[in-house]
């Protein structure tokens, strides 16, 4: 099993910024992909970031130039730099991962348990 803990969200004026964190622990024989989904209310969740085990980080056109998505594969940690955020941007927002648990295993998805951004004024 793997469990995932997100820190960082809260209020934030428009402009602002917030750094959300996600650290992954439990049975990880290896970490493939992490990422980033928000659902705003009334909305579907949907992808802001993911950063594959290679190259190639894919953002969310809403998203680009305005949040960056990093890993620390050490930590088994992925971060969400938000910047210059909009009252659109106000969501919940779920770390996702996909974790190979033991070496002869697949790889399994997991999520964090969302974690709460609002910008507002």
């Known amino acids: 099993q793997v469990q995932l803990v997100e820190s960082g969200g809260g209020l934030v004026q428009p402009g602002g910024s917030l750094r959300l964190s996600c650290v992954a622990s439990?049975?990880?024989?290896?970490?493939?992909?992490m990422g980033w989904y928000r659902q705003a209310p009334g909305k579907e969740r949907e992808s802001v970031a993911d950063?594959?085990?290679?190259?190639?980080?894919v953002y969310a056109d809403s998203v680009k130039g305005r949040f960056t998505a990093s890993r620390d594969n050490a930590a088994n940690t992925v971060y969400l730099q938000m910047n210059s955020l909009k009252a659109e941007d106000t969501a919940v927002y779920y770390c996702?991962?996909?974790?190979?648990?033991?070496?002869?295993?697949?790889?399994?998805?997991?999520w964090g348990q969302g974690i709460q951004v609002t910008v507002s004024s």
């Open positions: 950063i594959p085990t290679g190259t190639g980080i």
């Open positions: 439990g049975s990880i024989f290896r970490m493939d992909g």
């Open positions: 996702n991962v996909r974790v190979q648990p033991w070496p002869r295993s697949g790889v399994l998805q997991y």
